[in-house]
């Protein structure tokens, strides 16, 4: 694949991150541009171990998270692995770390040393919760987080039915992508002042973001709202509904849409019904209303309510299973689906880069590394000359690709 230039061209970053929060994050920093140097344990991130799937012996999760990035390997329990880090770090922007509070102080690589060396540094910290308040020690997955920020709370067919999580690691992925936007911002004042600092997210505060809606709720009523399926705790009608073969959503929420919207269903008598006449009261007898309406749309299929639909111009579409996604011509127009050769998985696909730029498209254009690909061809960059790099090789300090 050939590079493309992205807007955060000359950005160097280090990863010391595995799974995937801190790896979100350093993917979207090296989509855009970055040149990200992942640094993984002897054994690897352990997202190399999350098998099945496989493509060609390769975690298939694991390059999914890891592309666009060079890969080393180094074992910073010995001193000459860390005296490599902290080579590699003083001319680094960003570093990116996930790891339990302490741990990188401990290894004498935490914010305060590191910056000694080199007061540029913008150190991007991670976590479960935050590196402030009484749970800062605490480990982070995302099934906590889910369940502490509220989003368990809100997520589900209704009221008395088991509490469910997002399908999708929605605190791991958004803690990331806030990671990123954190390390850009950073990385502006930089430019302009010469100056790093700490950038410090959380799980948990992802998790928090993704309530905005219901926490205005409460906020104004003193309730905290509960799991609607999949309508809309604000507007109705905005939400699936079953048809004769499947099932399709619908934004008929502002006035004129749920006027169209009964004029396509052939509903017209539910514009004078008072129970449903504005949004309010669609809100207060939404289960009515859900009842209404799945009787009409289970009367056709998905393709025809979605042709007529759109020719009314009411928001509305399919309900996608993620490989249905990925063959949708939007999504291929978007260049979402991109493809990358690896060395030994071959032809792989990956998400693409969410964000377009005119001037700096950026891109996926390398695979994810082999572990410890790149680590020779790292460390001859950081100043270390061939006797150097091979001593530290025959020591296990660094490693490379297995043969």
């Known amino acids: 694949m050939t590079a493309a230039k992205g807007p955060l061209e000359g950005m160097k970053v280090i990863e010391l991150a595995h799974i995937m929060a801190g790896p979100v994050c350093g993917m979207m920093l090296a989509d855009m541009g970055a040149d990200v140097i992942k640094v993984e344990k002897p054994e690897g991130d352990d997202s190399r171990r999350f098998l099945p799937p496989d493509i060609g012996g390769e975690s298939a999760a694991y390059m999914m998270m890891n592309r666009n990035k060079r890969g080393v390997v180094l074992d910073l329990k010995s001193d000459d692995g860390k005296a490599v880090l902290r080579r590699m770090l003083e001319t680094a922007d960003v570093v990116i770390e996930n790891y339990r509070m302490g741990t990188m102080e401990k290894l004498g690589l935490g914010y305060e040393d590191l910056r000694k060396a080199n007061p540029g540094l913008i150190y991007c910290e991670i976590s479960g919760f935050g590196r402030s308040g009484p749970y800062a020690s605490r480990g982070g997955f995302d099934l906590i987080a889910q369940g502490m920020s509220g989003l368990m709370s809100i997520t589900g067919e209704g009221p008395g039915r088991p509490p469910v999580k997002s399908g999708a690691p929605v605190t791991d992925i958004t803690a990331g992508i806030l990671a990123a936007l954190g390390c850009s911002s950073a990385y502006a004042r ?201 001593a530290m090789f025959d020591c296990g300090a660094v490693r490379g690709p297995a043969a």
């Open 190 to 390: 930089k430019l302009q002042t010469g100056e790093g600092q700490k950038v410090d997210t959380s799980l948990f505060e992802a998790g928090i973001t993704h309530t905005y809606w219901q926490s205005a709720i409460a906020f104004a009523t003193g309730v905290s709202p509960g799991p609607l399926g999949s309508a809309h705790p604000l507007n109705a009608p905005y939400q699936a509904f079953q048809t004769a073969d499947g099932w399709i959503t619908v934004g008929a929420a502002n006035q004129k849409n749920w006027e169209r919207m009964l004029a396509v269903v052939g509903a017209q008598e539910l514009a004078n019904d008072q129970r449903f006449s504005n949004n309010s009261g669609r809100m207060q007898n939404l289960a009515a209303l859900e009842d209404i309406l799945n009787g009409y749309f289970s009367r056709q299929s998905s393709a025809e309510w979605l042709e007529r639909l759109e020719t009314a111009g009411v928001p509305a579409g399919p309900v996608l299973d993620v490989g249905e996604m990925h063959s949708d011509p939007q999504t291929l127009a978007r260049e979402m689906v991109v493809e990358t050769e690896h060395p030994k998985a071959g032809p792989v696909k990956a998400i693409g880069l969410p964000i377009k730029f005119s001037e700096t498209p950026g891109g996926v254009t390398r695979p994810a590394p082999l572990l410890g690909e790149h680590t020779r061809e790292v460390l001859s960059q950081a100043g270390y000359d061939d006797r150097a790099i091979d």
